[in-house]
């Protein structure tokens, strides 16, 4: 696709200045059927540029859809001058930003791809699942989606670095409407936002059950709209991978952004409540929260070798045993940072949502690590608790500290066994107290991995694909907020 960028480029880049360029080609295709009828497939694509540069002291940003010489020396020319326009009145020295000299090819592994099955094959395996949902009066609604993205970067430098990437992301999703006697309740797979999202072609569906999900997710759906409310109280609570995925998000991720932390980003539920002085011993959870940023594990959905910075991706702990050891920044907030924190180490993980995008610090794969716990020994432990599945509400403040978060489904445990079901579970806390209340960690077991297709941030707004995996977790005297008849 970017075969001609290289000479195009070399022609028209400024050689008085720093710059990079990313140039994305992005394709889209949701198929959905919902009560047995297809909708009219979504396709979109799309291709273009974002240049940076980086002279007299300021750093300018530009983006075009023209690829020709003509299109490419205008980008570059716009943003040298946004570059000279900011000149003296930035907090840094972009020119003491690190050389981007790297160099290499990230692949997505694929094992099955899409094209494999055509067009009509996918819409009927989707109009099967949606069927398997139906067949029940109880059922008031049903559909069966699958989103997929194909992905092409190009990055370069004029420090002389280079880097490809593809990928291909896959995201199925099943869910199911229950009605019985003036109850509604709604199951999914995975979410109502898609949670089970990975890269890779077909076989992703194999990995999430895809071809049976539609009658599970009925079934369940009507025995939640018969279940009681769940009660509330001081108890223990058992978090399930697809409810830990948004405690992960909403509770380590966001906080640990480092332009939230510098006070620079402030769109859509604030700042962070984490400072800079707390890194290297600011215990952030029990001894037994170890979270990883992980751009390695192939499947995962933002695995990649390269960030938008073009900075080699590596796996790095941010809590280890416990206590805050790095925040989610790239290049350009850590050199703010480091006027203050000489020492904070940060992680490549700037990202773009799109080529009309600069890249912001960004989750990319946030995980919590394993532990030793299988799931019958959690349950055997708890007295009273509920275990809670799969996120559909969230509400948190502007600090990213304090947090209500509810799930689909629900069941409670009493004396150590899976009791009955329950309806509308949810649950509150403070973030800088809640996982210190970590009792017991999963192991391998109990791991599953999910992610999100829609994590927004910034002012333009940016949305983009972010993994997160864990094990289950139990946690100690949670506030579980009891549901309403």
Known sequence: MFDALDSLTQRVAPTDARWTLRAVDESTETLTVRQDIAEAPQRSRETGVMVSVARAGGLGHAATADLSESGLADVFERAGRMAQ????????????????????????????????????????????????AGGDSRIVDRQASLLTVQFEQLLLTSD????????????????????????????????????????????????????????????????????????????????????????????????????RILGDERNFAGTSFVTLDMFGHYAYGSELLNVSYDP?????????????????????????????????GGAVSLARARTRRPDLEGVATARASSWNRAPIDRM?????????????AMIASIELGVMMRTNVSWSIDDSR??????????????????????????????????????????????????????CGKGEPSQVIRVGHASPACKFERVAVVGATS
Not at 199 to 223: C, D, P, S
């Open 85 to 132: 326009a900011v000149a003296g009145r930035m907090v840094f020295d972009p020119a003491e930003l690190p050389a981007v000299t790297a160099k290499g090819r990230y692949e997505g592994v694929v094992q099955r791809p899409l094209q494999a099955m055509g067009l009509g094959e996918r819409l009927a395996l989707l109009r099967e699942v949606c069927a398997q």
């Open 160 to 259: 002389g670095g280079r880097s490809e990437q593809r990928w291909c992301q896959t995201m199925p999703h099943v869910q199911a409407t229950a009605h019985v006697a003036g109850v509604t309740q709604t199951r999914s797979s995975a979410g109502q936002y898609n949670g089970w999202c990975q890269q890779g072609g077909l076989e992703v569906l194999e990995r999430a059950r895809f071809a049976t999900e539609g009658a599970r997710v009925a079934a369940e759906a009507i025995e939640l709209a018969m279940a009681p409310p769940c009660p509330g109280g001081t108890m223990d609570v058992l978090l399930m991978p697809d409810q830990m995925m948004l405690q992960i998000h909403e509770s380590i991720g966001h906080p640990l952004e480092l332009d």
């Open 296 to 328: 390695t594990r192939p499947e995962q959905i933002a695995s990649f070798g390269f960030d938008d910075e073009g900075e080699p991706a590596q796996r790095r702990l941010l809590i280890e045993n416990g206590i805050l050891k790095r925040p989610l």
């Open 364 to 376: 990319s794969n946030l995980n919590i690590e394993p532990g030793d716990a299988s799931l019958d």
């Open 401 to 454: 500290n304090k947090f209500q978060f509810g799930c689909e489904a629900g069941r409670m445990i009493r004396r150590g066994k899976l009791a009955e079901r329950v309806r509308d579970p949810s649950y509150r806390g403070i973030s800088a107290t809640f996982w210190r209340s970590l009792a017991m960690v999963g192991d391998a077991s109990t791991f599953e991995v999910m992610g999100t297709p829609y």
